[in-house]
């Protein structure tokens, strides 16, 4: 990587640089004592670090920090980049870097990388060090953002590994492929390889207008892969890839959330206790999946917020950071300014609650999150052992991007405003590859008429990058390497930005 220019996400530690998470914090020293273990291979590896990417406050879904103001969108100006890591998208489709390295606990590898025509590697989550990270979580990710599929694998060759500091990356240890990273990026056919098509994510019916158009360049880009030999296992338009193992494997590996989901079928006494044989219940639901009611699908088995964690990880980086003045989250809470103007339905939410909230937790419950983990890959493994799959397809996000300011698509039927980060986040590698432009978009705009105070708008001609998302197994980056390139040689869809436009108003 010698000479190679980076920027990197505001939320990892940099010596030469200040480290602010994206927040005005009045640390004592803004510049930490060290560097994040990954940027120091990229340093060892003679990268040139050029700049730190602006990132939402604190890491919120948002494209503005309390220090760095508003980000947006090269492609469009006022539209929005993609959160949180929408400042390294943005640094890398304008040109200004070769390559960023974001951070992703929800999609925030992803969204940028789709709303900026990129390539987006969230690698397995114990591949790469957190270390050096303000508010690292089980579910955080460290990966790069660049412009082509070889340029990733080249940053995944040296950000990989063990370190000491990172307990979690134990697990990658043997893991590890014996040839680099960039000899899977070899643009080769895909003979013989077995792509399932996710289609609870590409359910016209479940979803809106918003989403059409993004569902049919993905139609294309799947029968993109078909023409370059892979065999696409594909339930049909309507169909479900996953829904027969989410019946009959959800209800017993998340069986704690199953049960609180459906407390008709799961009734108390009035001391509390199981009032019924849930054992039994549950033995029967497996031998008779039609037993198992409506709801649970790959969409919806989310993890559930864990505040002892979030409370726990940022408590551990303030004591390693060191810094005199702000020790503790309630020194960063009382010592940092934070946006006044709290817009939830604009994805401007208050960052200062949302501490104090963390703050207040007493216990970590670690085994309950793990085991949510492990439940969810057993569902998504399972799935692609019986239909023999080497990987899957998705769009990367079903919404364009959004125009900053404006209220963002609210959830729906799993569907987010950003990407499908579900399988990311319970520790399934994701690679997202540019796969086109839309013509025309829905906005959406207020209205105190309309429900939730919001509606669709539209269509209204809008050239918007779309990206397609590729999922594996744990540690299966080759195999994602190996689709990613075949499929962004065959198609070329990535085209830079034209030009740029004005840059918009901070907001107070």
């Given at each position: ?15 030469d ?10 640390y004592?020293?803004?510049?930490p004592?060290?560097d994040a273990?990954?940027v120091?291979r ?16 604190m ?7 309390s220090?760095?103001?508003?980000f ?27 390559c ?14 789709k ?5 987006g ?13 303000v ?10 953002l ?5 340029d990733?694998?080249r940053v995944?060759?040296?950000?990989a ?34 792509i ?23 139609e ?28 009959k ?11 609180e ?15 019924s ?10 031998f ?12 919806n ?12 990880m940022?408590?551990?980086y ?13 020194d ?10 709290i817009r ?9 609650a949302?501490l104090?909230?963390?703050?207040s ?5 670690m ?19 019986q239909?023999?799959l ?25 569907r ?6 579900l ?34 708008s ?11 998302m ?14 990613a ?24």
């Amino acid at each position: 990587l010698h000479g190679v220019a980076f920027s990197i996400k505001d939320q990892y530690d940099t010596f030469d640089m200040r480290t602010t998470g994206g927040m005005d914090a009045a640390y004592a020293n803004d510049r930490p004592p060290d560097d994040a273990t990954f940027v120091k291979r990229l340093r060892e590896a003679g990268a040139i670090i050029l700049a730190k990417a602006n990132l939402g406050e604190m890491g919120t879904p948002n494209s503005r920090s309390s220090f760095g103001g508003p980000f947006c969108n090269p492609y469009d100006t006022t539209r929005s980049p993609g959160t949180s890591s929408g400042g390294s998208g943005a640094s890398v489709a304008a040109n200004l870097v070769t390559c960023s390295i974001g951070e992703e606990t929800g999609g925030s590898i992803h969204h940028p990388a789709k709303n900026n025509s990129l390539v987006g590697l969230a690698p397995t989550q114990e591949l790469v060090s957190r270390q050096g990270m303000v508010g690292a979580a089980l579910n955080t990710r460290v990966g790069p953002l660049c412009r082509t599929v070889k340029d990733a694998a080249r940053v995944l060759e040296v950000i990989a590994g063990y370190d000491p500091k990172d307990e979690l990356t134990a697990f990658s240890v043997g893991r590890l492929p014996s040839e680099p990273y960039r000899s899977f990026a070899n643009e080769r056919r895909l003979d013989g390889i077995r792509i399932g098509v996710l289609r609870e994510h590409m359910d016209k019916k479940l979803f809106t207008d918003a989403d059409v158009e993004s569902i049919d360049i993905i139609e294309r880009a799947i029968s993109d892969l078909r023409r370059l030999g892979a065999t696409i296992v594909d339930p049909g338009p309507g169909g479900a890839l996953f829904q027969s193992c989410v019946d009959k494997y959800a209800p017993i590996y998340r069986n704690r959330n199953f049960i609180e989901q459906f407390p008709n079928l799961f009734p108390v006494d009035p001391n509390g206790k199981p009032a019924s044989d849930r054992i039994s219940q549950l033995v029967d639901m497996f031998f008779n999946p039609s037993l198992v009611p409506d709801g649970p699908t790959i969409r919806n088995m989310g993890p559930a917020p864990n505040f002892g964690q979030a409370k726990y990880m940022l408590s551990r980086y303030l004591k390693e950071r060191g810094d005199s003045n702000i020790k503790t989250i309630r020194d960063l809470i009382d010592k940092s300014n934070f946006y006044r103007d709290i817009r939830p339905d604009a994805g401007f939410i208050d960052r200062k609650a949302a501490l104090e909230e963390i703050n207040s937790a007493l216990t970590l419950d670690m085994p309950n999150l793990f085991q949510d983990r492990f439940a969810y890959q057993q569902v998504v493994l399972q799935c692609m052992a019986q239909q023999k799959l080497d990987a899957l397809v998705s769009p990367a996000g079903n919404i364009p991007a959004y125009i900053l300011g404006a209220p963002i698509e609210p959830p729906l039927n799993g569907r987010t405003n950003s990407v499908w980060g579900l399988l990311g986040q319970h520790g399934i590698p994701t690679l997202s590859v540019p796969a086109g432009f839309t013509t025309q978009v829905y906005d959406r705009v207020r209205d105190a008429a309309a429900p939730g105070g919001s509606r669709l708008s539209g269509p209204v001609p809008a050239k918007l990058p779309v990206g397609v998302m590729f999922f594996g197994r744990p540690f299966s980056e080759p195999m994602l390497l190996r689709l990613a390139s075949a499929y962004e040689a065959a198609t070329k869809h990535r085209v830079p930005p034209p030009d740029f436009g004005s840059l918009p108003e901070p907001h107070q």
